[in-house]
DNA sequence: TCTTGATTTGACCAGGCGGTCAAAGCCACG
DNA sequence: CGTGGCTTTGACCGCCTGGTCAAATCAAGA
């Protein structure tokens, strides 16, 4: 992360090891806390508790809930759009998404926390994040609808409208996060959610999809 | 709802006219507010106002907020289940399949809220549906699962999970309700978003499900 | 050791929260 | 007109919330 490595307590310029240590303790309490109860569920109490910091020992480090919370979903965008960025112009239609879906569904199962963190943002509304929706998130839509599109038009991917066919991925892939409550209750015992899901998608896009 | 409709002012054992309008208006405006703001984000002052209720006379109809809450998840639930329960075992597999996609996205295009209202219970662990989940809903999805298993071994329905296709339809319908704001962020204007998921929803479930 | 700045904290505050209560208003009936 | 019960409300309460602040503690270089 860092390019200046020197100085004993201080990379200058970037932040003491407290800084770092307490900063992520913060950021890794608020993503428990506020996943699990929502904004407005959530107290700084709760987070300085879950980061073993005092309430203002944590409003030493970030100015307010708000400024915690904000913090979780900036870093949170790149790593869930990275598997779409990922979608490979050159690669085969079917199989790049495919790789899409079981890189978005492996990250709903490691980390529904924060996919729970952006349903719930979402959900309010995303008043946090609607310029990155309309903006970034849109562009990189756009840019990947395009490459869909082309494979349609050379025969090599089933004509469907691309940017639903983004939704559906996200839909489909989410919900074994954020309504793991619900698939775990419906389905019962002796059942592993993902690694069917995994199968059943595969076989649902590998259908919708094929030429 | 009364089988009893004589007494002036009081059917008697039911409510009072006065009785059913309020409680009515503070469903009303419980559901704008919970759906909006989540559980802990909605407050019993904006309730009331939105009810045009002061907020002692609220009480006065629902003991708590949780009250408030509990009687719009029961409310939600029957007509939730409705299109599920609607999939006719003696109807033409596919098109069955079809009409309760249909059914389930038309709730999510006209009920928006009652699905948001939904989402938020599921997505905070659904600590007032769990037993509905594990029981009623368990139930049902079973049952209807046992008819599309039986469909697939008829070879009139293409073999898939039954619970997962179930699980796929809910989170497809679902999206467009929840994620509204994400699906008009990335469509930008000109566009109906729900016009258009019916089409792809349509051809998805079919390519999937055409034995 | 002393000094200096980074870090930590107990005590505190104003505002908003869910909820209570006693009193007032209202309305249909006798 | 009066009465009794349904309905409504202003005032209030204790608690919790996000956030502040001055003072204490700590760590490390000189």
Redesign the pocket.
Known sequence: MSSESEG???PQGG?????ER?RAAILEAGLAVFSAAGF?G?????IAKEAR?????L???F?????VHLALLENLLDAWLAPLRALDPEGDPVEEVLLYVRRKLDLSRDFPRESRLFANEVLRGAPHLSDLLGGELKRLVDEKAAVLERWMEDGRLARVPARHLVFSIWALTQHYADFDTQVRAVLGDGHDPFAEAGDYLETLFRRLLRP
């Open positions: 004993p307590t201080r932040r003491t090891r407290i800084q307490n407005s959530a107290t700084l109490d709760r910091l005092s309430k203002p020992n409003l030493y480090y100015p307010s809930k708000e400024a």
